[in-house]
Each structure stands twice: as structure tokens, then as C-alpha cells.
């Protein structure tokens, strides 16, 4: 191969994608090699979840994902309310995977990042200043690749991770689950359609354009991988649990297979790191896969590009791990928890848990922070001691005074600085960094001053109301994060 990319991606799913087009806007060269040969037409994930969201409409293309999908306010089985989450997006969007691909794909390529298809890694090699891919062509031919870093979003089986010598600790949280995308004769009124009585479970989803998509757990017959679905065992799951089959027909896929709950102890190898179903693997209750998968990108893209553009020294891609393997394992408990509450509870009893779930989630202190959890709008990342209370914290959308919104200037991929009247600051303060931040002022009221990162959570803030102490407060950190020059050409120290 001709060229020797910044970053190699291995894995051209929602992970790889987002994290290819947050790289190629930035300027940083970028391949992704995919071994699938063509864009998929089937998907397992379906559920996008409104952190997910904010993501990408911080990245121009929630609006139109939400055009292929359809919006439920509901978490359905517990009825967890997301209606009233502090979001644009109070709902979880239910839509095919390859919608979301498509749409990041179509980023990813207008940003001038290349994909590869058909393309599978075969080992890699790093040394100090790089790292060599073998990588296997349509054609049978292994040719080498070398870039800077390589970046597994290979999945669950991850090449990337086993040629690391990484462990991926964990177990099988469930076998035989079967699914299929049918036609439904009579479709239920309210989807998504959900039910377990103790030794059966089935799930209905509607993809918005005639298919439904249906999960479905026997526990009488739990069968390997590779053993055939027969839609009629489906249809009498289904019976079971949901008291009806809906007329299933004209099934364009049946598979089967098994949930693993497992997370890799360590997303970064030296110049190597894992994202996604390489990094961790959880149960499909609460739909938080996917999710976590695309917020991993979100919080590496951006620490890649400062590194590679000489913006922040190598250290800064250690918080990689440190911030995001804590969430790998929060989702890991709470979808496990899940998985676990609906199919171990015995069927005498499946009408007592309902009821009691429901009930302590009528409790607004818990709902709130139930919902918030899975959206996963509560997620924080650790900050230093002494800290200003918002360090680390998702930053919501306002409005902003040039009649833009916080997440539509968050678009550029820099880094935006939030100050009480852009009118009353000086342009002086921050002119070593135009290149690197954004200066916004909110159409309400505020005396804080804070800094948001590219991934949309709050790197530092001050309250400080001597205007020449804020002024010296914001010049260092803008020195610790953007790792500019100042006006008289000196460079200040990045960390």
C-alpha cells in the first residue's frame, strides 16, 4: 500500500466511522480497513441512546438519523420515562444500524478519510515510532501498512486486541438468543413490544419501514451458534411471552448467538488502542452497546488529533483509558443487572418484579437517575483535585447570543470557551489560539467562564470575578489544553 496514514483504523462499524470522520476534520490522515466487502443491510444494535445523540449533533447529523427512525420517550419492559431527561433528545431513538453507518460513513468520506472494504488485518507490530499491519486483500494478497497509531474497532473478536496478547476477561451472559427481521401481519399498536415470563422472552422493534426486528430466548431449548432458527420457534416464543406472534413472515434473516459480558483491563497498548466491541462486550438489555461503542471514539478522536498536530503532549492519550474503561464497566454492571432481572426471575414471580420495578421507578429521585444512567446523559469523567465543580461534566446545549446553539458550534471540532458577553471580552486574550477555540457568549445569564472540549464535556471553569485574574486563569488554560504559542512566539508548556 501506497500511503502511510496518521492513524489506521481496523473496523469500519459506528465506532471506526465516527472516529475516522472526527480525524479527517481535524486534518489528520486516516484509513480504515474493513474486512466486510460491502455495507451491510443487517444489524443487531438498534437502539440510540440521547448522549449518542448530542454526539452527533455535535457532528451535524442527529437531525437527519432521526428522520430514518422512530422516537420512543419510553424505555419499554420497566417503562423507564426518558421524556423529561435535559436533552434535545428525551427519547431513545430506535433505528438499524446501518442507518447510523451510513450516515457516519458518508461523514467520514466527505472529510477525506479513506475505507477500505474487503480488506482484513492479518497481525501488527509496533515499534517507538509506529506501527506495521499485515493486511489481506480481497484478492488473496498480504501487503503492509504502517501509520503513526492503529485504532482496533474490530469487535469482539478483535485481531487488533489478540495480536496485543490483551486478555478479555468476562463470561457468557446469555446463549441461544435468536433474532429475525420479519413482516408482521398485525403489528402491535405500541412498539417497541416487550415480555418475559420466567423460561421466555421476546422482543418486537419496529425499523420504520416494514420490517420489525425480533429477539426471542427459550430456556428450554438453548442451542449452539451455529444451529439453524426455525422462525416457527420464534413465532411460539413469542406466543409465550408476548401472548401473540403478530402474523411473522417473510423472514430476510435468522441467526442466532450468544451475549458475553467482557472488558479488556487495558484499551491502550502503546501506540495500539481499542474502542467498542474490541474494548468491552456487554448483554443487549438497555440497548448500551452501541452507544458506548460511538462515545468511546468521540472521547479518543479528538486526544489523537491534538497529539498528531503537536497540540498536546503524548500524555494526554493515558485519560483515554482513564476516563472511558470506568464507563466500559458501569455498562457492564447495569446491563448485566438488566439481562439478569428479566430472564432469572422465576415465572410465579415475573408479575411481583414487574410491579415492584415499576413502582420504585414512580419514585422521581431514582427515575431521574435511572433514565439519566442508560442515556447515559450522567456520565462524568474524573477531575484533578481543586478542581471547579464542573470539570468533567457533560456540557448541555444553550443558545447561544449569535443565534447558534452550544452543540452547533461544537461542529468545528475545537475547543469553545463560554464566557459571560463576547462583546466585553477582549479578542487579545485568546488570539495565540484562534486556530484552537472558539469564544461564545449564552443568550441567558451566567458569571462562570468554562472551557468545553471537542467531545462536549467541560475541561475547566472558573468562577473568579477579578476580570485580570480570569483573564491570567483563562491564558493557562488555554496553555494547558490547546498548547498554542503566545503572541511573542514562545511556546507554553501543554501539561
Given at each position: 500500500?501506497?500511503?502511510?496514514?496518521?492513524v489506521?483504523?481496523?473496523?469500519?462499524?459506528?465506532a471506526?466511522?465516527?472516529?475516522?470522520g472526527d480525524l479527517?476534520e481535524?486534518?489528520?490522515?486516516?484509513?480504515?480497513v474493513e474486512?466486510?466487502?460491502?455495507e451491510?443491510?443487517?444489524?443487531?444494535?438498534f437502539?440510540?441512546h440521547?448522549?449518542?445523540?448530542?454526539?452527533?449533533?455535535a457532528r451535524?447529523?442527529?437531525?437527519?438519523l432521526?428522520?430514518?427512525?422512530?422516537?420512543n420517550?419510553?424505555?419499554?419492559?420497566?417503562?423507564?420515562d426518558?421524556?423529561?431527561?435535559?436533552t434535545?433528545y428525551?427519547?431513545v431513538?430506535?433505528?438499524?444500524q446501518y442507518?447510523t453507518e451510513?450516515?457516519l460513513?458518508?461523514r467520514?468520506?466527505?472529510?477525506?478519510?479513506?475505507?477500505?472494504?474487503?480488506?482484513?488485518?492479518?497481525?501488527l507490530?509496533q515499534?517507538?515510532?509506529?506501527?506495521?499491519?499485515?493486511v489481506?486483500?480481497?484478492?488473496?494478497?498480504v501487503?503492509s501498512?504502517?501509520a503513526?497509531?492503529?485504532?482496533?474497532?474490530?469487535?469482539?473478536?478483535?485481531?487488533v486486541?489478540?495480536?496485543?496478547?490483551?486478555?478479555?476477561?468476562g463470561?457468557?451472559?446469555?446463549?441461544?438468543?435468536m433474532?429475525?427481521?420479519?413482516?408482521?401481519?398485525?403489528?402491535?399498536?405500541?412498539?417497541?413490544?416487550v415480555?418475559?415470563?420466567?423460561?421466555?422472552f421476546a422482543?418486537?422493534v419496529?425499523?420504520?419501514?416494514?420490517?420489525f426486528?425480533?429477539?426471542?430466548?427459550?430456556?428450554?431449548?438453548?442451542?449452539?451458534d451455529?444451529?439453524?432458527?426455525?422462525l416457527?420457534?420464534?413465532r411460539?416464543?413469542?406466543?409465550?411471552a408476548?401472548?401473540?406472534?403478530?402474523?411473522m413472515?417473510?423472514?430476510?434473516?435468522?441467526?442466532?448467538?450468544?451475549s458475553d459480558e467482557?472488558?479488556s483491563?487495558?484499551?491502550?497498548s502503546?501506540?495500539v488502542?481499542?474502542?467498542?466491541?474490541?474494548a468491552?462486550v456487554?448483554?443487549?438489555?438497555g440497548?448500551?452497546?452501541?452507544n458506548?461503542s460511538?462515545?468511546?471514539?468521540?472521547n479518543?478522536?479528538?486526544?489523537l488529533?491534538a497529539v498528531?498536530?503537536?497540540?498536546?503532549?503524548?500524555g494526554?492519550l493515558?485519560?483515554?483509558?482513564s476516563?472511558?474503561?470506568?464507563?466500559?464497566?458501569r455498562?457492564?454492571?447495569?446491563?448485566?443487572?438488566?439481562?439478569?432481572?428479566v430472564?432469572?426471575?422465576?415465572?410465579?414471580?415475573?408479575?411481583l418484579r414487574?410491579?415492584?420495578?415499576?413502582?420504585?421507578?414512580?419514585i422521581?429521585?431514582?427515575a431521574?437517575?435511572?433514565?439519566r444512567?442508560?442515556?447515559g446523559?450522567?456520565?462524568a469523567?474524573?477531575?484533578?483535585?481543586?478542581?471547579h465543580?464542573?470539570?468533567?461534566?457533560?456540557?448541555?446545549?444553550?443558545?447561544?447570543t449569535?443565534g447558534r446553539r452550544l452543540y452547533?458550534?461544537?461542529r468545528?471540532?475545537?475547543?469553545?470557551?463560554?464566557?459571560?458577553?463576547?462583546?466585553?471580552?477582549?479578542?487579545?486574550?485568546?488570539?495565540?489560539?484562534?486556530?484552537?477555540?472558539?469564544?461564545?457568549?449564552?443568550?441567558?445569564?451566567?458569571t462562570?467562564?468554562?472551557l468545553v472540549r471537542?467531545d462536549?464535556?467541560i475541561a475547566?471553569a472558573?468562577?473568579?470575578p477579578?476580570p485580570?485574574?480570569?483573564?491570567?486563569?483563562i491564558r493557562?488554560?488555554l496553555?494547558?489544553?490547546?498548547?498554542?504559542?503566545?503572541?511573542?512566539?514562545?511556546?507554553?508548556?501543554?501539561?
Amino acid at each position: 500500500m501506497d500511503s502511510e496514514p496518521d492513524v489506521l483504523i481496523v473496523g469500519a462499524g459506528p465506532a471506526g466511522l465516527l472516529l475516522a470522520g472526527d480525524l479527517a476534520e481535524s486534518g489528520v490522515a486516516c484509513v480504515v480497513v474493513e474486512r466486510r466487502a460491502g455495507e451491510s443491510e443487517l444489524t443487531r444494535a438498534f437502539a440510540v441512546h440521547a448522549r449518542t445523540m448530542e454526539q452527533l449533533d455535535a457532528r451535524g447529523v442527529a437531525d437527519e438519523l432521526l428522520m430514518t427512525g422512530i422516537r420512543n420517550p419510553v424505555l419499554q419492559f420497566l417503562k423507564i420515562d426518558l421524556s423529561r431527561l435535559p436533552t434535545r433528545y428525551p427519547h431513545v431513538l430506535v433505528t438499524p444500524q446501518y442507518n447510523t453507518e451510513r450516515l457516519l460513513r458518508k461523514r467520514a468520506l466527505a472529510h477525506g478519510a479513506e475505507i477500505r472494504t474487503g480488506c482484513e488485518v492479518t497481525a501488527l507490530r509496533q515499534d517507538e515510532s509506529g506501527v506495521d499491519v499485515a493486511v489481506r486483500t480481497a484478492d488473496g494478497t498480504v501487503q503492509s501498512l504502517r501509520a503513526a497509531y492503529v485504532v482496533g474497532a474490530d469487535g469482539r473478536n478483535s485481531i487488533v486486541r489478540r495480536s496485543l496478547g490483551l486478555p478479555f476477561p468476562g463470561r457468557s451472559a446469555i446463549r441461544s438468543m435468536m433474532l429475525a427481521d420479519v413482516r408482521l401481519a398485525t403489528p402491535p399498536q405500541k412498539p417497541p413490544t416487550v415480555g418475559a415470563v420466567g423460561d421466555a422472552f421476546a422482543l418486537v422493534v419496529p425499523f420504520g419501514d416494514g420490517w420489525f426486528r425480533v429477539m426471542a430466548w427459550n430456556r428450554h431449548h438453548q442451542m449452539s451458534d451455529n444451529t439453524p432458527v426455525d422462525l416457527d420457534e420464534i413465532r411460539a416464543v413469542a406466543q409465550r411471552a408476548l401472548g401473540s406472534d403478530f402474523g411473522m413472515r417473510d423472514p430476510r434473516w435468522l441467526s442466532r448467538f450468544h451475549s458475553d459480558e467482557r472488558q479488556s483491563p487495558r484499551y491502550r497498548s502503546a501506540r495500539v488502542f481499542l474502542v467498542g466491541d474490541a474494548a468491552h462486550v456487554h448483554s443487549p438489555a438497555g440497548g448500551m452497546g452501541l452507544n458506548t461503542s460511538i462515545q468511546d471514539s468521540a472521547n479518543l478522536g479528538w486526544k489523537l488529533s491534538a497529539v498528531l498536530r503537536d497540540r498536546a503532549p503524548k500524555g494526554l492519550l493515558d485519560t483515554y483509558q482513564s476516563e472511558r474503561h470506568p464507563v466500559g464497566r458501569r455498562v457492564l454492571k447495569m446491563s448485566g443487572a438488566l439481562l439478569r432481572g428479566v430472564l432469572t426471575t422465576p415465572k410465579s414471580l415475573c408479575g411481583l418484579r414487574d410491579f415492584s420495578a415499576r413502582t420504585v421507578l414512580r419514585i422521581p429521585p431514582l427515575a431521574r437517575r435511572v433514565s439519566r444512567a442508560i442515556s447515559g446523559i450522567d456520565i462524568a469523567y474524573p477531575a484533578p483535585a481543586g478542581a471547579h465543580p464542573l470539570v468533567g461534566k457533560r456540557v448541555p446545549d444553550f443558545p447561544l447570543t449569535d443565534g447558534r446553539r452550544l452543540y452547533e458550534a461544537l461542529r468545528t471540532r475545537r475547543f469553545v470557551l463560554v464566557v459571560p458577553a463576547v462583546s466585553a471580552f477582549s479578542p487579545a486574550v485568546t488570539e495565540a489560539w484562534s486556530n484552537e477555540v472558539e469564544v461564545v457568549a449564552p443568550a441567558g445569564r451566567t458569571t462562570k467562564v468554562f472551557l468545553v472540549r471537542p467531545d462536549a464535556y467541560i475541561a475547566w471553569a472558573t468562577s473568579e470575578p477579578h476580570p485580570q485574574r480570569r483573564v491570567e486563569a483563562i491564558r493557562r488554560a488555554l496553555a494547558h489544553w490547546c498548547g498554542a504559542s503566545t503572541s511573542l512566539g514562545q511556546k507554553l508548556p501543554s501539561r
